[in-house]
């Protein structure tokens, strides 16, 4: 059976642990180390190298695959870049909300297209936020289409989410929008002292709409394990639609939330 000892060194006290044999813990850890480095140095271990403490080593593999899926992002940026669409003039200012999804990890992507998402503060998997569906704004989500999902949600939708999932920040700490104290502070000089005001700004896309979702962190949605699956399998189809979806971003905000 083991021990514990307990041994002074340099005036601290340093937990250790005695094995069967008489030996501690940290001998026997040495002394394997020690036997490693003299293997791999007379070249008899293979596959094990010395490697620094703190340097983390990456295959030319890995680094060529990263490369490519990186160069592959950045033509498929360039591309969407060449055929953006108009915006009907019917959809031209309606409230979007528009959710990341898990397509690729940010090792995967390139820098350019970090950049539009981090701009639309969309920089996090499964985080949603509001806009006013512009020109702009428009051309920055038909960029990066293939990593959000966005469409035209209802008063409802708007209202579940500002009640359950908004946080702000407070003193550079986030904190829930759980009181009305907390919205007069903020925007009481433009007239909006409760959530309720907070709520008809962003839906009516009214004077103070980007104040109002400027102060809104954005939304972390709640995401099961297999979502994606279950996704599929609710609407019998084969592949996720990703870009706009119109009215049906509703049932993706009502299952997330």
Do not use: W
Request: aromatic share 8%; proline share 2%; net charge positive.
């Amino acid at each position: 059976m083991s021990k514990t000892l307990f041994k002074r060194l340099k005036g601290k006290v340093i937990k250790d642990t005695v094995l069967k044999g008489g030996k501690t813990l940290s001998v026997v850890r040495e002394k394997r180390r020690a036997r490693k480095i003299r293997s791999a140095l007379r070249g008899k271990k293979k596959g094990y190298t010395l490697r620094e403490p703190g340097i983390d080593y990456v295959s030319a593999e890995k680094i060529i695959k990263t490369t490519r899926q990186r160069n592959r992002s950045l033509s498929g940026l360039q591309r969407r870049s060449r055929t953006i669409p108009e915006l009907p003039k019917e959809d031209e200012g309606k409230l979007v909300f528009a959710i990341r999804m898990k397509v690729q990890n940010h090792s995967q992507m390139h820098t350019k297209v970090f950049k539009i998402l981090k701009l639309l503060r969309l920089n996090k998997f499964h985080s949603g936020v509001f806009l006013r569906l512009t020109k702009a704004t428009h051309q920055l989500l038909h960029l990066v289409s293939p990593y959000v999902v966005y469409g035209f949600p209802s008063a409802l939708s708007v209202r579940n989410l500002i009640f359950k999932r908004s946080y702000i920040l407070k003193n550079g700490d986030k904190t829930a929008l759980s009181s009305n104290k907390l919205v007069s502070e903020r925007l009481g000089k433009f007239d909006i002292i409760c959530i309720e005001d907070l709520i008809a700004q962003i839906v009516d896309r009214k004077e103070y709409f980007n104040k109002c979702t400027q102060l809104l962190l954005p939304f972390k949605l709640n995401f099961e394990r297999d979502f994606y699956k279950n996704l599929l399998r609710k609407h019998g189809i084969q592949k996720i639609k990703y870009g706009n979806i119109n009215e049906k971003i509703d049932d993706m905000i009502k299952q997330m939330n």
